[in-house]
């Protein structure tokens, strides 16, 4: 059984809930993602980016949130980092906590809350792959906790997908 959360987990996975939220009211999709070192102070963050027509398809909140803080700490600070994500990371951000040298992960909702939230939306075309399955696949350990809390992460996606993203 893994460990449960603790109340700064908690505090911190609801920091990244609120940063989906701004993703929405900015007209993104409604992600985002946060690093926290070792004593928990939050040393990146990032908004999903993926929304055409200036967006990229690959600039996932989580991948962004990794590539900011591999760019002010070493390896070593890294594996003693978390990331915290409003929805699990899908399979190519999962590739970029691994291979940013991130060791835990604590995400709200689950690939699967969300495929039942976007349906065959064509803008998330979900993978069946949970992030667990990537990460047991690698050389390092990386610890998981979620979902958590999906019922606070899947709110921010309501009426998002159904009727499309928001015009800005």
């Known amino acids: 059984m893994p460990p449960a959360p ?30 926290a070192d070792a004593q928990g102070r939050v040393v990146a963050t990032a908004l999903n980016n993926s929304l055409p027509p200036e967006g990229d398809p690959t600039q ?41 040298n991130i060791r835990r992960v604590v995400y709200a909702l689950s690939e699967r809350g969300l495929l039942a939230l976007t349906g065959t939306h064509p803008e998330n075309p979900t993978f069946s792959l949970p992030c667990r399955e990537v990460f047991a696949r690698g050389q390092h350990a990386t610890e998981v906790l979620g979902p958590l809390i999906e019922d606070e992460a899947a709110r921010v996606h309501a009426g998002f997908w159904c009727d499309g993203p928001p015009e800005g």
């Open 6 to 35: 603790s109340a700064a987990d908690l505090d911190l996975l609801r920091q990244a809930i609120a940063l989906s939220e701004a993703s929405r009211a900015q007209g993104r999709h409604p992600f985002a993602a946060l690093v």
């Open 60 to 100: 996932h909140a989580e991948l962004r949130a990794v590539a900011q803080a591999a760019r002010i700490l070493a390896p070593d600070e890294l594996a003693g980092c978390t990331l915290y994500s409003s929805a699990e990371p899908c399979c190519m951000c999962a590739g970029a906590v691994y291979w940013g």
